[in-house]
């Protein structure tokens, strides 16, 4: 069960990693157990000249993204993270399971 999806595609980096510690935040508050968070896989960013260069996740948002689940603020209330399934984004989106808000 998906308690909340956030689609960072359009966000810079600054935005979206404030977007990402809100909607831990809010949903730690709400007792939300399951967000799904849409990094992108971001495979069509690197075009240099006519020559195409496929470098595998060259998405900011998604190498940052393991980097904010560890953050102070925030790393008491996530239980788990999982990469998505296939139909649900795959490569390019996480699972992030919170702990039960005790309060």
């Known amino acids: 069960l998906i308690n909340k ?3 960072f595609h359009g966000y ?9 510690l809100n909607t831990i935040i809010n949903c730690f508050k709400k007792n939300y157990r399951c967000i799904l968070f849409i ?7 690197k075009t240099t000249n006519s020559f195409r260069e496929n470098k595998l996740y060259y998405g900011k ?4 993204f393991l980097n904010w689940v560890s953050a102070k603020e925030i ?3 996530i239980l788990n ?12 989106a996480f699972f992030v399971y919170l702990r039960k808000n005790k309060n």
């Open 5 to 7: 999806k956030v689609d």
């Open 12 to 20: 810079s980096l600054v935005e979206a990693k404030e977007l990402f």
């Open 39 to 45: 990094t992108g896989k971001g495979l069509n960013k």
């Open 61 to 64: 948002i998604r190498n940052e």
């Open 75 to 77: 790393q008491s209330k």
């Open 81 to 92: 993270i999982q990469q998505a399934n296939q139909e649900h984004g795959g490569d390019g």
